[in-house]
């Protein structure tokens, strides 16, 4: 099998500072890859490249290889509401737009010119299963979608993004302002979707990296220390600074 | 201990030096403007359409003068609402750095031109402009509300950024994660959340051009009349006092102060809503 996601000597850096460097990183189909590591250590700052939000970012520069599906993220012809569709990002503080619940999930499908009431439905009703809210916002879809909890915001999140069908999920710390059950409701929402797409769970919960991802690695300021399958990572990690971060000694 | 004392009683009537001025002239408006409405009948005198001062016995009735402002202003605001909102856009959304730091001085600048100067231009360049490709006879609605329009576009400006930029960069970052090109997150995120501050700009800009007087005498041309055609001349309230000032005595003295009044009355309601628009607006 081919690689999704591909970074080979992948380095950014902000204002001539360097965030990473020299990064050598792969995403399989179907699979759930975690990052993790302490803050600063470019784990966000590799997630915003891989949806090129990393434009947004003033005086950012990029060196080496990303691809995606093996067409290079940062190649001229990038066309970057086509890759921003195909990338899926949710983000740390759940943002729904100050609209309805329904708004909020066909927003995308809508951009792409899906007009007809039914299919709009269809869509809602798929993706709001999919992130495991249906069932709470069935009866109310016209509230404001700012108006829902915190883990119902983020599990609105996520099906705004899941409504535009991705290839990649992309997760910044989605689960870092949730209570345990909200928690526990997205990361029953990603196992259930890895059928149909790779995701990329940025975390700084070390035990929710070990609970819900296949591989995991571990970037330490702006370098990846180690990665590898998620069982034996933490069970045997090869670097002692591994060692120390997922034991708790630092971070 | 003492000397804070001190300090704090200084500041407090320093501070309320400002509420002071406001009170000593809106009494004094009132005091002297409202008798003279009443003598003539209210009504009479908003809506009534004759303004003879020197008449046997004198009529002061100032709703042309009331059209004639609200004219300009109209006018005004559909030239410098779009040119201004339009370039607020650009420097808050698109614009790089270096272009938006050259055009916010530019623009601060604008706001810095005395309004005989704009008068002044008007005069020289617009009114025969006008005169020879518009028609009628220059002076008139339509160069009050260009040079008018050109005037309000720093307070339209400054306010309708403001506005935008308050808006959070996560809706900004929410839109393009899927998909939105950066006119499609404009139009459908940053623009109706920013609503409110975009309608207290229009009331803003509105407030400003009621109130200019300068720039609005010297090109409107200041004929009591309702305005038939956008290039018929016109008076505004303001340009009403500041013309007859000068050699008004007794009622018609008093007749100018209750223009005054009405003004007053009209920028007061223009601000309250510009303050109910926006604190609504931070609540939603």
Redesign the interface.
Known sequence: MTPLIEAKGFGVSIGGAAVLRGLDLHVMPHEILSIIGPAGSGKTTFLRCINRLSDLVPDLAVSGVLTLEGRGVFAPETDLADLRRRVGMVFAVPIPLPRSIYENVVFGPRLLGIRDRSRLDAIVEKTLRAAVLWDEVKDRLGTSGTKLSGGQQQRLCLARVLALEPKVLLLDEPCSGLDPISTAKIEEALQELKPQLSVVLVTNNVKQAARSSDRTAFLLMGELVEHGRTAEMFTSPTDTRTNDYISGKFG | MKKETAIRLTLLGLAMSTVTALAVITTFILKEGVPVMFRQGPAQFLFGTEWRPSAEPPVFGVWAMIVGSFAVTAGALAIGFPVGLGSAIFLSEFAP?RIAGLLKPALELLAGIPSVVFGFMGMLVLLPWIRAHVGGPGASVLAGSIILGIMILPTVISISMDALRSV?R????????????GW?TTW??TL??ARAGLVAAVILGMGRAVGETMAVIMVTGNTVQIPRSITQPVRTLTSNIALEMNYADGEHREALFATGVVLFAIIMILNTIANAVSRLGRR?
């Not at chain 2, 996560?170 to 090109?181: H, I, P």
Request: glycine share 10%.
């Open positions: 750095r959070p996560s809706y900004r970052e929410g839109s393009f994660a899927l998909g939105a090109t499609q459908r995120v109706p959340a939603s």
